[in-house]
């Protein structure tokens, strides 16, 4: 079953240069992991610090497996703290909501 993550993403330590490259960097990696159909990163124009990040996976499995390539870990940790709140010494650079695999959504034939 085909799921789709859709993420929205802002930020809150650097700007979309730092951002975008980093997601340029993150998106050849995930692209290259099994189960990957397709990504997407959309702007908004009325907020240009909040973007949207759309992934499609073969199944929530292959989803969740990025959290076990150590070049994804390495990745995210550059710009947020994975799981739990940031140390104080350290804020993220980014705030993330929907960043769950329970919360990805399933295709729904029609």
């Not at 799921?3 to 802002?10: A, E, G, L, M, R």
């Not at 994975?82 to 104080?88: A, H, I, K, V």
């Not at 804020?91 to 729904?108: M, N, Q, T, W």
């Amino acid at each position: 079953m085909t799921i789709v993550s859709v993420n929205k993403i802002t930020l809150t330590g650097c700007g979309p240069e730092e951002y975008e490259r980093w997601y340029r960097e993150a998106s050849a990696i995930m692209a290259a992991q099994p189960g990957h159909v397709s990504q997407r990163l959309w702007r908004s124009e009325s907020r240009p610090d909040v973007y949207f990040a759309i992934a499609e996976w073969e199944s929530a499995e292959h989803y969740r497996a990025l959290m076990n390539v150590p070049e994804i870990v390495e990745l995210f940790a550059r710009l947020i703290t994975l799981p739990g709140p940031p140390p104080p010494s350290r804020p993220d650079k980014i705030a993330v909501e929907h960043h769950d695999a329970a919360l990805v959504a399933a295709r729904v034939p029609v």
